[in-house]
């Protein structure tokens, strides 16, 4: 069995930074691709960003990009969500996701796309 553990939430004022980390462990996992997603109180998990097994390609949703960077070290099985000039919106729980053995060029932004997930990290950004 694989899990994914999130670290690295929590209280931050805006325009803050706070940098997700996403560690695999258990069974290993085979060429992943890795996601965050995030969902707030009250409404549906949405996706975030995601990143191909490599670290070479990835994506963002457009309430993020330009802000948040998702990254990955395949020699600690961690990807890593960097996310800077936090705004109250991004208030949310945030989730780690895996899906593996996938060489797909398409970038995977279902949550339905991913078998594997961690338990989330609160994040809290205050006014």
């Known amino acids: 069995q694989v899990q994914l553990e999130e670290s690295g939430g929590g209280l931050v004022q805006a325009g803050d930074s706070l940098r997700l980390s996403c560690a695999a462990s258990?069974?290993?996992?085979?060429?992943?691709?890795m996601a965050w997603f995030r969902q707030a109180a009250g409404k549906e998990r949405d996706f975030v960003a995601a990143?191909?097994?490599?670290?070479?390609?990835?994506d963002y949703s457009e309430s993020v990009k330009g802000r948040f960077t998702i990254s990955r070290d395949n020699t600690k099985n961690t990807v890593y969500l960097q996310m800077n000039s936090l705004k109250p919106e991004d208030t949310a729980v945030y989730y780690c996701?895996?899906?593996?053995?996938?060489?797909?060029?398409?970038?995977?932004?279902?949550?339905?796309?991913?078998?594997?997930w961690g338990q989330g990290t609160q994040v809290t950004v205050s006014a």
């Open positions: 996701a895996a899906k593996n053995i996938y060489y797909g060029a398409t970038m995977l932004k279902s949550e339905f796309q991913y078998n594997y």
């Open positions: 258990g069974r290993a996992l085979s060429s992943p691709a």
């Open positions: 990143i191909n097994w490599s670290g070479s390609d990835t």
